[in-house]
């Protein structure tokens, strides 16, 4: 059981639903960054924005200017489609419907997690670092 879902339980489970695929979407998303997640971390999803031909949208979300928005239509084209079905699966949502709520929470994350506008040469850390930045353990 993962750290996510140990504080889904903490909060009642599945008595939330729509909080169960929030907390679920977030480790999704938390998942993409993390060295050791399904993107290669950071390093990687910049890779594959900049293969969508989307890098200056990533890299607006890094930055420390205004993030760039960006669309359901164009998350789908950056993420693998088996990425992409992995966090349909797990999140109970429908491909379109986890490519736009990742759409609205990775540039804010992102942003988060990369106050200095860079990202560091070893990457955001692992999936409990992650957790503990996002949580406030580490400022």
Do not use: C
């Not at 679920?24 to 910049?46: D, E, R, T």
């Not at 924005?49 to 200056?56: K, M, P, S, T």
């Not at 164009?74 to 699966?89: A, H, N, T, W, Y």
């Amino acid at each position: 059981m993962g750290i996510l879902d140990k504080a889904i339980d903490m909060l009642g489970g599945n008595q939330l639903p729509m909080m169960d695929s929030r907390m679920k979407l977030m480790q999704a998303a938390l998942s993409l960054l993390a060295n050791n997640g399904q993107a290669g971390g950071v390093h990687g999803l910049v890779h594959q924005f900049n293969e969508a031909g989307l890098g200056n949208v990533i890299q607006s979300w890094i930055g420390t200017g205004q993030n760039v928005p960006i669309t359901a239509d164009q998350m789908q084209q950056v993420l693998d489609p088996g990425q992409l079905s992995q966090i349909s699966e797990e999140t109970g949502l429908p491909e379109p419907e986890a490519a736009s709520q990742l759409g609205d929470m990775l540039p804010d994350l992102i942003d988060k997690l990369t106050p200095a506008g860079h990202v560091p040469p070893g990457g955001l850390g692992n999936m409990s670092s992650l957790l503990d930045h996002f949580l406030g353990r580490y400022h």
